[in-house]
């Protein structure tokens, strides 16, 4: 199956015109290129829309022996963006999570605190705090954990049948926009644990794509007493994994990992605990990475701010010599590359 994919390599270039086939894997059976806009620069081009703010949730939890996990899941393959790809649970701010009257229902930190933590002192107060009652929603619909205190000051939890069932049903609700994030608090007397949420990284779509998101990732340790099921309605499997092992059925067609997510899991890949994952997160440096796309022989790729030639104004990083900087689209798969050694490549 040929696609031709059409697409900027940078602001105020010419597009470029590629052809890549693309071939279903054995076992994910569908196909892979859903990063890559399908447009013609013109009438048909999505533009430059500005993109909408969200959040995800990498939600972790430590094993008896060996690396700890993450929880992943699939999108409907029927899904225009990422449909079939393994993510992390998020999704976009809705207008009731930047309601400043939130706040109020919650314990961690104020709107201002907020901003210091994601290292954006430049957003609004209503922003920063939809920013973190988005990621407390999303991994609510998406994956069932509800990250909020109860009266008592304890972490929520489900063991209780009665009250599993109750909360079924809230969340299928907010799903549906039948009842706010406010209401639920009100209702249940809670208070949402915004302090279990460490901001790990900031993803913005590239302008190849027709939908667009400005993505602040959080980490997140799953509560005890609570256990993620994803919802059957956007997606169609679960699971928990360590970063090891996703990366191993990824390389092996078993699992789809789209850039962002690669990328992430990479990293977590380097901790064994999430001890160290989260001391490591909080003296992170947070940036805005926006992927900067570019040719390659039978595919493309895009490239990273901290990669020597990515040259977007406003972006840039400086050069990380012993981090791949570029992930790139070949037989299919997703890989990152190092440009000093291209020959090395890990997917």
Same mark, same amino acid.
Request: charged share 25%; hydrophobic share 35%; net charge negative.
């Given at each position: 199956?040929?696609?031709?994919?059409?697409? /900027?390599?940078?602001?105020?270039?010419?597009?470029?015109?590629?052809?890549?086939?693309?071939?279903?894997?054995?076992?994910?059976?569908?196909?892979?290129?859903?990063?890559? @806009?399908?447009?013609? =620069?013109? +009438?048909?081009?999505?533009?430059?829309?500005? !993109?909408?703010?969200?959040?995800?949730?990498?939600?972790?939890?430590? =094993?008896? /022996?060996?690396?700890?996990?993450?929880? #992943?899941?699939?999108?409907?393959?029927?899904?225009?963006?990422?449909?079939?790809? *393994?993510?992390?649970?998020?999704?976009?701010?809705? &207008?009731?999570?930047?309601?400043?009257?939130?706040? %109020?229902?919650?314990?961690?930190?104020?709107?201002?605190?907020?901003?210091?933590?994601? %290292?954006?002192?430049?957003?609004?107060? +209503?922003?920063?705090?939809?920013?973190?009652?988005?990621?407390?929603?999303?991994?609510?619909?998406?994956?069932?954990?509800?990250?909020?205190?109860?009266? =008592?000051? %304890?972490?929520?939890? *489900?063991?209780?049948? +009665?009250?599993?069932?109750?909360?079924?049903?809230?969340?299928?609700?907010?799903?549906?926009?039948?009842?706010? #994030?406010? +209401?639920?608090?009100?209702?249940?007397?809670?208070?949402?644990?915004?302090?279990?949420?460490?901001?790990?990284?900031?993803?913005? $779509?590239?302008?190849? &794509?027709?939908?667009?998101?400005?993505? %602040?990732?959080?980490?997140?340790?799953?509560?005890?007493?609570?256990? !993620?099921?994803?919802?059957?309605?956007?997606?169609? &499997?679960?699971?928990?994994?360590?970063?090891?092992?996703?990366?191993?059925?990824?390389? @092996?067609? /078993?699992?789809?990992?789209?850039?962002?997510?690669?990328? $992430?899991?990479?990293?977590?890949? /380097?901790?064994?605990?999430?001890?160290?994952?989260?001391?490591?997160?909080?003296?992170?440096?947070?940036?805005?990475?926006?992927?900067?796309? *570019?040719?390659?022989?039978?595919? *493309?790729?895009?490239?990273?701010?901290?990669?020597?030639?990515?040259?977007?104004?406003?972006?840039?990083?400086?050069?990380?010599?012993?981090?791949?900087?570029?992930?790139?689209?070949?037989?299919?798969?997703?890989?990152?590359?190092?440009?000093?050694?291209?020959?090395?490549?890990?997917?």
């Amino acid at each position: 199956m040929s696609f031709t994919i059409h697409y /900027e390599i940078a602001p105020r270039q010419p597009a470029f015109k590629i052809a890549i086939t693309l071939k279903s894997g054995p076992q994910v059976g569908y196909n892979r290129l859903t990063m890559a @806009s399908m447009y013609t =620069k013109g +009438e048909d081009s999505p533009g430059t829309s500005p !993109p909408k703010d969200s959040s995800t949730v990498i939600l972790t939890r430590d =094993k008896t /022996e060996g690396q700890y996990e993450i929880f #992943l899941m699939r999108r409907h393959r029927k899904q225009v963006f990422m449909g079939g790809a *393994f993510v992390f649970p998020g999704g976009k701010l809705d &207008e009731d999570d930047c309601d400043l009257d939130l706040v %109020r229902y919650s314990r961690g930190f104020s709107p201002e605190e907020a901003k210091e933590r994601l %290292r954006e002192p430049g957003l609004s107060d +209503e922003k920063v705090s939809g920013i973190f009652f988005a990621a407390v929603r999303e991994t609510f619909e998406e994956a069932g954990v509800l990250l909020a205190y109860t009266a =008592k000051g %304890r972490l929520m939890d *489900f063991a209780d049948d +009665e009250v599993a069932e109750r909360f079924s049903e809230y969340r299928l609700n907010i799903y549906r926009k039948g009842i706010s #994030l406010k +209401e639920l608090a009100r209702r249940e007397n809670l208070h949402y644990a915004l302090d279990l949420l460490i901001p790990y990284s900031h993803w913005i $779509t590239p302008e190849i &794509e027709s939908k667009r998101y400005d993505t %602040r990732f959080l980490l997140a340790r799953v509560p005890r007493g609570q256990s !993620p099921v994803h919802c059957s309605i956007e997606m169609t &499997e679960s699971m928990w994994i360590t970063p090891t092992a996703a990366l191993e059925q990824h390389e @092996s067609g /078993e699992i789809l990992l789209m850039p962002p997510t690669l990328k $992430t899991v990479l990293e977590l890949n /380097e901790f064994d605990s999430t001890d160290q994952l989260f001391a490591a997160a909080d003296s992170r440096d947070i940036y805005a990475i926006l992927p900067q796309p *570019f040719p390659v022989t039978g595919g *493309f790729g895009v490239k990273l701010p901290h990669d020597p030639e990515y040259d977007i104004a406003g972006y840039r990083q400086p050069p990380r010599p012993n981090e791949s900087s570029r992930i790139v689209l070949q037989d299919g798969k997703w890989r990152t590359l190092d440009p000093i050694n291209p020959d090395f490549a890990f997917g």
